[in-house]
Structures are given as C-alpha cells and as structure tokens.
C-alpha cells in the first residue's frame, strides 16, 4: 500500500472528529526510522514482530499489549470504534510524554 492513502471510512470517520488525513500516504518503516524517532509504534502483534528485526528500544505497541483492530471488512461502527481507541491511546502516550519529558 505504499503510495496510497487512508481508506476513505477512515479519512471521512476522523474528518467528522475535525482530523483531516487526506494529505497522509503510507510507506515503508526504514531502519533509520528508529535512530530518527524517539517512538516507533506498531498497531498490531504482526508488525511488532516484523519491526522488531530493528530492535525493540524504540519499538512498543500502540494499544499497551492489545491489536489495533483492522475495521477494513466492517461497517462504519467499526471505523468509529477504531478511532475511539486511538484516539484514546493518544491521549495516555501525551500523558506519558508530558511526564517522561515535562512538555
């Protein structure tokens, strides 16, 4: 999926909360992602696994032991559930970072 962009329920669900992702396209994790952020996250125990080849310093779950769940075969309540999870995470990893660096 290199190239492409969020699914379109993805990029209409976090529109309808006021975040607009239609500028956003995947790409490949590098190794020197992980000299270049403090924080690598993987949605799910798949590429946790695969990322983890680089190392695991920098390398933890986004959702604290648990898969982000794929809502790509579901309906819309699944895009919402999706967001509400993340944006959940989100907000705990702010939590961790004000914290551990005192922004």
């Given amino acids: 999926h290199v190239g492409d962009p ?7 669900t976090a529109l309808a909360k006021g ?4 500028d956003l396209r995947a ?3 590098e190794k020197g992602d992980f000299e270049a ?9 798949g590429h946790f696994d695969l990322l983890s080849r680089y190392g695991t310093e920098r390398l933890a779950l986004f ?10 075969y579901g309906g819309q309540k699944d895009f919402d559930l999706v967001y ?5 995470a989100c907000g705990r990893l702010l939590r961790v970072l004000v914290e551990k ?3």
């Fill in 6 to 12: 969020p699914d379109s329920r993805s990029i209409a």
């Fill in 19 to 22: 975040v607009d992702m239609r």
């Fill in 27 to 29: 790409r490949k994790v």
């Fill in 37 to 45: 952020f403090d924080y690598v996250l993987a949605m799910d125990a």
């Fill in 63 to 72: 959702l604290d032991k648990a898969n982000v769940p794929d809502p790509y």
């Fill in 84 to 88: 509400a999870l993340v944006d959940e």
């Fill in 101 to 103: 660096h005192g922004l």
